[in-house]
Nanobody, 121 residues
Framework: QVQLEESGGGTVQPGTSLRLSCLVSGRTISSEGMAWFRQAPGKKREFVSGIRISTGQVDYAWYVRGRFTISRDYYKNTIYLQMNGLKPEDAGVYFC??????????????WGQGTQVTVSS
């Protein structure tokens, strides 16, 4: 059974950076794509960025484009989310998911447990 485990969250000041990791364990993932979502208190979970496993094609939500970068490492079975120029509105629980990519979204089959990101001065 495939499991996704996020790490790398924390508390940072506005304008700084964090890198989140999502480790895929259990067996080789067969999903077509993986993505990061986030959820702030009292708000709906929203798509942040996705990556197509086979081609490396990426997609970003407009509110993170130019600041966040998603990447994958085959050998480490890990995807990353490099977050630069963090803003208070980027705070929330960040989830990793695997499934089928659609424009600006992912139809998820598997979810991780999430990692907390707090952006505060």
């Amino acid at each position: 059974q495939v499991q996704l485990e996020e790490s790398g969250g924390g508390t940072v000041q506005p304008g700084t950076s964090l890198r989140l990791s999502c480790l895929v364990s259990g067996r080789t993932i067969s999903s077509e794509g993986m993505a990061w979502f986030r959820q702030a208190p009292g708000k709906k979970r929203e798509f942040v960025s996705g990556i197509r496993i086979s081609t490396g094609q990426v997609d970003y939500a407009w509110y993170v484009r130019g600041r966040f970068t998603i990447s994958r490492d085959y050998y480490k079975n890990t995807i990353y989310l490099q977050m630069n120029g963090l803003k208070p509105e980027d705070a929330g629980v960040y989830f990793c998911a695997a499934g089928t990519l659609t424009p600006g979204d992912l139809i998820a089959d598997i979810w991780g447990q999430g990692t907390q990101v707090t952006v505060s001065s």
